[in-house]
């Protein structure tokens, strides 16, 4: 096809009189011959370990191979997938696609129930390939005001001289996301569950609310993942991903993923292409790997997450605690028929303010002190001098930031032995330093 | 030439329409806008594209046919300009992109359009086509041209064309569609326009006769239908460029007859069903539908204005005296030839 007449001439067959007659539609995807690739209504934990493996014709190998290669032959395929702009289902390139990642992104879009998924450097390049692919200078985009700080950084400093505006809002207020919208609205951008105050919006609420403004609805599902929640089955139009946290699962990695309908992740892959933010095949594997064992990863994370907050609730060094378990402030609109679990984390303020919560910090043996979430190791910060210490007192008090927050991503690790670490920690912090 | 990079073309259009029909009706928004202070000016608003919304920006500053033309001004288009772009961009994407769905490689294609809006003069609008193909083949997408493009068949069918008015304080008021009866002669001049063809869904309008020169205005598809949001597409040139002729009208005779000055905002709408050009439905109605306009008016003096009868006079007279209305409204006779430039090889 000529190359000039790109968007009218693809699908062209021999005798084709207009273009009701060309042939090329959308498949899910994308996948090779040797990718397994199962029905999306198989359990999660199935699908965590069998979707979208390379099964290697030739070695038969168990595990997915490391397609560790920048290029590939080029063949009649490959040509033809050039002339009818269709890079995205041969393998030619790495950057345009590579089997390894097309194993990771199978297993995603499975466990997502979506069509296609495209893997990225980060998440965050997941999330700026996602904005941008699907708004166009002059839109609107509504997000909340307490969204992740990278995502917000984003949409804040970026975003104006791109000519996307955005509108800021508190996520669990349905009304004040409803009255935030205008004709030009193009995206609705949230997360299942927020960092650090861990709200839970109403995503059946969000998803109506884009719908009537015929916009689209991204979730961020890094802190609950599908395994608890699937927010295409709520109404979501794409989900996107922090691969690095629960789905990598073992702090080894630094990835991202959006997946939804190919209608849209084919845009997405295309911004990723354009912004170079291309998942490398090694990490490929990694992802890929770790998420076999996403299941019973969250499943013990869930339960060590519920058992920990529960603890802290009763432990009189604890002002608040913050868990959808527990209920209260943020979590009034949580459906649990939606969920089949709130995930690892939870946030708690030692008493006394930010001096203490150092101090109890300091005193953890079990726990890691460091940023980020969702590894199989419990690791624990304060927001206040880390993800959010740009924010102003007044500001984090605002999205609920109060002196002494902790961010508690529990681990895998046997909970009596956390709760016990975090007894003593809290106990020495709060006790014998204070006299 | 783009880098390729394209995963939706027309082709997964046509399989998704068969899939669910609603992804077929496409809807645009033009706006303009006629100050006092800061003259005639047209954007486009959020289009849908079935249930994908696309919010571009682009605004024009335009030269106002009811204000005597000066000499630093001659490069802004007219509203004319705006719909006689719409008008032949459709009919140069329809041509290349059918063509190129036939398999047909274009080398260059180019238009030039006239519209006298004198009674009985026709809309003309004639193709240079440099392709390696026979002359029937030329004639074959003329034909195609006449029977799939939505605006040129919207130029010959009779398209009612509704309006509204929206004063603020009362109730909106719907006018009935126009009627060619009452039309009065357009004091709009002559437009005249030189299209080309550039690449996928993209051209250039340029002021006929043609000057490199001259500034273009770009007509492209959105990202999400083909396009990379270089400009407006075919449809939202041509809702633009009514929605300111109206606006211009009214900004023209404000003070004349409701004794002051008011800024005018028209917001101009139509409904496409693509499901007509790509023949993905055959019974698929080509021509746009659901064309109108709404009306509203903001004034310091507003309180001082005359009788609501009065604004809904001028504004009903603005929008039957329209010349593009009247294109739209009222069928027209349209003469379309194609040619070969002199430079193109002899067919084959």
């Known amino acids: ?435 | 030439m783009r880098n390729s990079f394209n995963t939706a073309s027309f082709s997964e259009v046509v399989h998704e329409i068969r899939e669910d029909a609603s992804e077929g009706l496409f809807r645009y928004v033009g706006r303009a806008r006629h100050s006092p202070l800061r003259g005639l000016s047209a954007e486009v608003g959020p289009a849908m594209f079935g249930r994908v919304k696309s919010a571009r920006r682009f605004t024009y500053a335009l030269r106002d046919p009811f204000t005597p033309v000066t000499t630093s001004d001659t490069d802004e288009p007219t509203p004319i300009d705006l719909a006689l772009t719409g008008i032949g961009s459709c009919s140069l994407m329809t041509l290349v992109g059918g063509g190129s769905a036939k398999g047909i490689v274009f080398d260059a294609v180019s238009v030039d359009l006239t519209c006298d809006h004198a009674d009985k003069a026709p809309v003309t609008l004639d193709f240079a086509i440099d392709a390696e193909i026979r002359d029937e083949r030329i004639d074959e997408l003329i034909q195609r041209v006449r029977q799939r493009s939505p605006n040129y068949a919207t130029l010959v069918a009779a398209v009612p064309v509704h309006w509204a008015w929206e004063p603020s304080t009362a109730p909106t008021r719907r006018g009935e569609p126009a009627d060619p009866t009452r039309s009065r002669r357009s004091p709009a001049r002559p437009g005249t326009r030189h299209l080309r063809w550039l690449s996928g869904p993209q051209s250039e309008s340029f002021a006929h006769p043609f000057s490199a020169a001259a500034t273009a205005l770009r007509v492209d598809n959105p990202k999400q239908l083909t396009g990379v949001d270089w400009g407006p597409n075919p449809q939202e040139y041509l809702m633009m460029g009514y929605a300111a002729e109206v606006a211009a009208h009214l900004g023209a005779h404000s003070r004349s007859r409701l004794g002051h000055e008011a800024i005018w905002e028209v917001t101009a709408r139509c409904t496409e069903d693509v499901s007509g050009l790509l023949r993905a439905d055959p019974a698929a109605v080509v021509h746009l539908q659901d064309v109108g306009c709404r009306v509203s008016m903001s004034s310091p003096a507003a309180s001082h204005a005359r009788s609501i009868g009065d604004i809904e006079e001028l504004v009903d007279e603005a929008v039957s005296t329209s010349a593009i209305g009247r294109l739209i409204s009222e069928p027209q006779i349209v003469d379309m030839a194609a040619r070969r430039p002199a430079s193109s090889p002899s067919a084959r």
């Open chain 1, 1 to 435: 096809m000529d190359r000039t007449a790109i968007g009218f001439g693809e699908g062209h067959t021999p005798g084709a009189e207009w273009f009701d007659e060309l042939r090329r539609r959308r498949i899910k995807g994308p996948i090779s011959t040797q990718n397994r690739s199962l029905s999306r209504s198989l359990a999660p934990e199935t699908l965590a370990v069998h979707a979208g493996t390379y099964e290697d014709p030739i070695t038969g190998a168990v595990g997915t191979p490391i397609f560790q290669t920048s290029t590939f032959l080029l063949d009649q395929a490959s040509y033809d997938a050039f002339a009818d702009g269709a890079l995205r289902d041969v393998p030619i390139y790495s950057r345009y696609g590579n089997p390894s990642q097309w194993s990771v992104q199978e297993k995603i879009a499975a466990l997502e129930g979506a069509e296609s998924a495209v893997a990225t450097s980060s998440g965050m390049a997941a999330i700026a390939a996602t904005v941008y692919a699907l708004t166009n200078c002059g839109s609107h985009i509504v997000s909340a005001y307490d969204v992740y700080g990278g995502t917000y950084n984003l949409l804040r400093e970026d975003m104006p001289s791109a000519g996307r505006d955005v509108t800021f809002v508190d996520p669990l207020d349905l009304d004040a996301i409803r009255a935030a919208v205008r004709p030009e609205t193009q995206l609705l951008l949230f997360e299942s569950l927020t960092n650090p105050m861990l709200k839970a919006p109403d995503i059946r609420g969000l998803a109506r609310i884009a719908e009537e403004a015929g916009a689209l609805l991204v979730i961020d599902n890094t802190f609950l993942t599908p395994i608890n929640v699937r927010p295409l089955d709520l109404g979501a139009d794409i989900v996107v991903h922090s691969a690095t946290k629960y789905l990598g699962g073992h702090s080894d990695l630094t990835a991202g993923v959006a997946t939804g309908r190919r209608k849209f992740v084919d845009r997405i892959w295309a911004q990723v292409l354009r912004f170079g933010g291309t998942l490398d095949p090694l990490v490929c594997f990694l992802l890929e790997r770790g998420i076999k064992t996403l299941a019973l990863r969250i499943r013990v994370q869930n339960e060590n997450a519920v058992a920990l907050a529960g603890y802290l609730a009763s432990s009189p060094y604890v002002e608040a605690v913050h868990h959808p378990a527990l209920g209260g402030k943020g979590h009034e609109a949580l459906r649990p028929e939606d969920y089949r679990g709130f995930g690892g984390m939870v946030g708690f303020e030692v008493a006394g303010g930010d001096e203490r919560a150092l101090r109890f910090m300091s005193h953890l043996t079990l726990p890691y002190v460091a940023t980020s979430l969702g590894g199989v190791e419990s690791l624990v910060s304060m927001p206040a001098n880390t993800s959010h210490s740009s924010l102003t007192r007044r500001q984090m008090s605002t999205i609920g930031i109060n002196p002494g927050l902790i961010r508690f991503s529990v681990g895998i690790e046997n909970v009596g032995d956390l709760v016990e670490d975090v007894q003593t920690a809290l106990k020495t912090a709060c006790e014998v330093e204070d006299r």
